[in-house]
């Protein structure tokens, strides 16, 4: 499960920003390295065509969420379960993109989510019992 969420999450990232640099950059790669984005002047509210591209490809959230993948995919070749956190976060991510913007991938994302959510839950009473650490017990008595 930990594996395919990693990859899923590697493949969303490079895929995004390979696609994003191959439609922008033949168009606005002269803007970028001529330095034309270095400048307080222009508003962000209101941003030229090479900055939006620069936003779509270099700066988007590709190379980080291909990170992020990268990084559950090295938690998994070493048995590490990745934390919820991760999953939440990414999710959160991708369900105020997906208010925000549609149609996109983030279907796939949320497939990627759902995985890693499932691995930590299977994983909680394999970790208990490796420590040696007694399920909770129940009470019928509310008031513990």
Known sequence: MVKWAGRILVFLGAAHTALGLA???????GAWFGFELWTV??????M?????AFWMSVGSFGVPL????????????????????????????????AAIAEPAPWLVA?????????????AKPAQ??????????ISSNPAR
């Open 23 to 29: 439609l922008t950059a033949p168009h606005h790669a």
């Open 41 to 46: 002047s222009d508003s962000i509210a209101e």
């Open 48 to 52: 030229d065509s090479s900055t939006g």
């Open 66 to 97: 291909a990170l992020v993948g990268a990084l559950v995919l090295w938690m998994d070749n070493r048995g590490i379960v990745p934390p919820p956190f991760i999953a939440w976060t990414v999710g959160l991510w991708i369900a105020v993109a």
């Open 110 to 122: 949320w497939v990627a989510v759902g995985l890693l959510l499932a691995a930590d839950r299977q």
């Open 128 to 137: 208990r019992e490796s420590q040696g650490i007694a399920a909770p017990a």
